[in-house]
């Protein structure tokens, strides 16, 4: 069964850094397209990141693009979401997926993931 669990999340000022983890487990397989979610009171889950496991191209929304990065340790099973520069936008619950299944491009498309974690939450105040 797999299993994710994230962890944190919290509450920073307006130009503040976060660094979000998620522990994988349950799973095999090397090459494991992952990702970062989130989704604010009233919103709709958005996608916010998403890499493969076993490295290769990333891939943003354009409202983090070059604030946040998505990292993984594959001897640790976990998935990193560095957050800088972070803003009263941001605050959200953040999730953790995973997508089992081959695909040409990994990318924070919600309905291509299967699995998810409980969520963290970052709150971020102006």
């Known amino acids: 069964q797999v299993r994710l669990v994230e962890s944190g999340g919290g509450s920073v000022q307006a130009g503040g850094s976060l660094r979000l983890s998620c522990a994988a487990s349950?799973?095999?397989?090397?090459?494991?397209?992952m990702g970062w979610f989130r989704q604010a009171p009233g919103r709709e889950r958005e996608g916010v990141a998403a890499a493969y496991t076993g490295g290769g191209s990333t891939s943003y929304s354009d409202s983090v693009k070059g604030r946040f990065t998505i990292s993984q340790d594959n001897t640790k099973n976990k998935l990193y979401l560095e957050m800088n520069s972070l803003e009263p936008e941001d605050t959200a619950m953040y999730y953790c997926?995973?997508?089992?299944?081959?695909?040409?491009?990994?990318?924070?498309?919600?309905?291509?993931?299967?699995?998810w974690g409980q969520g963290t939450q970052v709150t971020v105040s102006s």
């Open positions: 349950g799973y095999t397989g090397s090459h494991i397209c």
């Open positions: 997926a995973a997508d089992m299944l081959i695909r040409p491009v990994c990318s924070p498309s919600e309905e291509n993931f299967a699995y």
